[in-house]
């Protein structure tokens, strides 16, 4: 796989180098994968303000309660400690179902707190075996991710 060095707001990391590269206000830079027979895939970073007291205990509970509420079939696979580098932080892989793409999906999210914002970073991808290719090429960009 090709990549290249992706420079985003306060970030760095490395891309393939045939994916389609979007934003929106809420999102600071998705990746999307070129189509593909099991369907689509991306990785989003986000990168938020959070007020001063807010912890990474409590935006991992929020986040799962709303996640358990909002996905239908909400699965929690694997929930652990995320740490590399000088970033700690929560990992976990969790699987639903989307009615708009009648198909389960599977993400793994990396949350983490460093002073007074809020890094999520959302790999996302059909929960199909043909589609399990692609958990290396996220591992690759979760790998490279770094703050500048």
Known sequence: MKTMNFEGPGFTMQIPT???????????????????????????VNVRPLDMDVTLDQV??????TQKKEYD???????????????????????WFSKENNATIRQRQIIIVTGQMLITLTSTRTDLKIMEELDDVFAQMLESFKLS
């Open 60 to 65: 991992v509970k929020t986040s799962l309660e």
């Open 18 to 44: 045939d994916w389609f590269i979007t934003s929106t206000p809420q999102i600071q830079a998705m990746f999307v994968s070129p189509p593909r027979k099991g369907g689509r895939a991306n990785f989003m």
């Open 73 to 95: 079939k909400f699965e929690l696979l694997e929930s652990a400690i995320y740490s590399k580098d000088n970033l700690t932080g929560h990992q976990r892989l969790y699987k």
